[in-house]
T-cell receptor, first 114, second 111 residues
């Protein structure tokens, strides 16, 4: 199993600024993912954070807006750049490993952009 | 990943069995059925998964039809803490595979 923590848990930001969200896993994992959950909606995958290489983005998400780092097997960051009110969402990271049946999720970061 | 169809909402009386259906008519032979739930203000939590046989764990039971085109998640004795959004997902059984979430079923347990 894995325990995932995220920082910050919530933030209120001004439009045009950027916020970096950290995701820490308590054990080494193969894959880390970033999701967005807009108010009242389901989760949408933003990208897969690859260790040692560029992240793989889903359709509709681009690196300039959501740069991702994955420096090692337990840590990743997601930056929400040049924010607008439409970026107000919960951002969640998850982790999986070969041999595991399940993915584990962090508690999420609640972002409000004014 | 194959798509799934779930009812948007359901109610269940506390102490009763909650039966949550899911249709996945385009599931392929090597895809598994997974269930996750998301309690308010928390990240999703894994519940159970299966390929074609019925499965049971400490949280729930999963019944998959013989043609694998639908399944039912059963919470045998629902409590108020089971109030959550339940997601049925079909995917390959690799721990490093991404999850594609549908709209899920909002289950409300009524006292």
């Amino acid at each position: 199993s894995a325990v995932i923590s995220q920082k910050p848990s919530r933030d209120i930001c001004q439009r045009g600024t950027s916020l970096t969200i950290q995701c820490q896993v308590d054990s080494q994992v193969t894959m880390m993912f970033w999701y967005r959950q807009q108010p009242g909606q389901s989760l949408t995958l933003i990208a897969t954070a690859n260790q040692g290489s560029e992240a793989t983005y889903e359709s509709g998400f681009v690196i300039d807006k959501f740069p991702i780092s994955r420096p090692n097997l337990t840590f990743s960051t997601l930056t929400v750049s040049n924010m607008s009110p439409e970026d107000s969402s919960i951002y969640l990271c998850s982790a999986g490993r070969t041999g595991w049946n399940e993915q584990f999720f962090g508690p999420g970061t609640r972002l409000t952009v004014l | 990943d194959a798509k799934t169809t779930q009812p948007p909402s359901m109610d269940c009386a506390e102490g009763r069995a909650a039966n949550l259906p899911c249709n996945h008519s385009t599931i392929s032979g090597n895809e598994y059925v997974y269930w996750y739930r998301q309690i308010h203000s928390q990240g999703p939590q894994y519940i159970i998964h299966g390929l074609k046989n019925n499965e049971t764990n400490e949280m729930a039971s999963l019944i998959i039809t013989e043609d694998r085109k639908s399944s039912t998640l059963i919470l045998p004795h629902a409590t108020l803490r089971d109030t959550a959004v339940y997601y049925c997902i079909v995917r390959l059984n690799f721990g490093n595979e991404k999850l594609t979430f549908g709209t899920g079923t909002r289950l409300t347990i009524i006292p």
